[in-house]
């Protein structure tokens, strides 16, 4: 049985950092990634890592700002976000997929954990 456990939210300050964990148990997987939803948005993208070579993506809001690296011996994947803005500011979940492709899409991923939420006050 395949599980994501995300752990690593909670209250920061603007301008402040938190660093995420996502394990992953049951099987490998080709990518995984981080999305966020906000109160009232939809869920968007926030990073992605391909497990094999270890390639990274990042939307553009994050960029510069967050980085997602991996721990293969831990088969965890990690999001360093620094600079934290209240934008920021919604439940990450972490995901995995079995599948390459748009890394940036969620319709990719066919495992998902259960989100953790992150909060910046301004």
């Known amino acids: 049985q395949v599980q994501l456990v995300e752990s690593g939210g909670g209250l920061v300050q603007a301008g402040g950092s938190l660093r995420l964990s996502c394990a992953a148990s049951g099987r490998t997987f080709n990518a995984m990634g981080w999305f966020r939803q906000a109160p009232g948005k939809e869920r968007e993208f926030v990073a992605a890592?391909?497990?094999?070579?270890?390639?990274?993506y990042y939307a553009a809001s994050v960029k510069g700002r967050f980085t997602i690296s991996r721990d293969n011996a831990k088969n965890t994947v990690y999001l360093q976000m620094n600079s934290l803005k209240p934008e920021d500011a919604a439940v990450y979940y972490c995901?995995?997929?079995?599948?390459?492709?748009?890394?940036?899409?969620?319709?990719?991923?066919?495992?998902w954990g259960q989100g953790t939420q992150v909060t910046v006050s301004s």
């Open positions: 995901a995995a997929t079995s599948y390459s492709g748009a890394y940036f899409s969620q319709n990719l991923y066919n495992y």
């Open positions: 890592i391909r497990w094999s070579g270890g390639s990274t």
